[in-house]
């Protein structure tokens, strides 16, 4: 009850960023837009009133205008916005905010003039004494209008930014407290079975004293190790692994001895371990043979009871590593990285968590890779552990 009220929190966290970040995003495009349509439209008023005021004096040369301080103020007052001043052919009379090597560039001038016109409609300035010499201001947006047009994506892209990095604490978060939970369900595991381990070796050392087939009471002694091995690799989920360097054929060996007397009669399993040259790396013997044992298992089950498994040892001068090859019914390339992921299963019963545990063990306690490398539907598949040479 209290996991699931604890998913609900973190579904509901999620959905109340999301949509907190989607309103902040929204809100903001259509207050920026607002501000840059009105900063725009005053732009526009301010040059409009500038060529009137300029127009004026045109009209009124044979005065002073000069003593009239509103129209004075109006002309000098150049303020942010950039422009340039043509006459009729084009040639600049006069320029603002515009610098002097794009003004003295032709090709530039022009890109300019055609920029500032797709930004804002040319106002043309009338001569009162004849048409044939008007003035013409060509004007664009001023930097604290650009800026304005901008500052709703930057928003945006913190806003998402923002987003993401809640959604990653969000999940790093979820994954630890699952990580918390299967790391006490193993150890919880592992002092479960402590009990009846301990009672079964008593009760073989019993069985030894009375008179039955001590070859049968030999294989129980060995299922038992087995068992208490398993119990062994639980304990270790969590706690620290430190790696040793050994034999890769000694350790991959044990667990094809252990698994060829309990293997069906119709199913072989061949191993080049003992006729190749010794292969080392640093390893966990017991979290290590819980892998290989977990691959041939997981090929027991494709064969479906006959057929081959082939557990090879191969190296390199930086690399070895260790193949599970199968005759089984294989996997769709589509699932080779899925079925490594904790809850995937073929099977009717059990959790899915044996490949992710694998991939946990040598991906982040041997900082090694395990992969499927080869796979074909009808016609089995090919597992590879890579571990770093010793």
Known sequence: MLRRLKNRIFENGRLVILVIATTLIVASLIMTNRMASALREKEKHDVELWAAAMERVNRDAMGDYMNDPLIATIINNRNNIPFIITDENLRVISHHLISEEVVNNEKELHRVLQRMSKDNTPIVVKFWWTNAHNHIIFYGHSQTLRTLYIFPYIQMFIIVVFVLVSFIVFRSVKQGEQNRIWVGLAKETAHQLGTPTSSLLGWIEYLREQPVDQMAVDEMQKDLAHLMKIVDRFSKIGSDTPLTVRSLNEAVGESVMYFRKRIPRNVTLDYNGLAIDEVKAKINVALFEW???????????????????????????????????DTGKGIPKSKWKSIFEPGYTTKTRGWGLGLSLSRRIIEEYHHGRIAVVESEVGKGSRFRITLKRA
Not at 294 to 306: F, Y
Not at 307 to 320: L, P, Y
Request: overall charge negative; aromatic content about 2%.
């Open 291 to 325: 892998v290989v044992e977990n691959l041939m298992k997981n090929s027991l089950d494709a064969l479906q009871g006959h057929g081959q498994i082939v557990v090879t040892i191969g190296s390199d001068a930086k690399n070895a590593w260790v193949d599970v090859a």
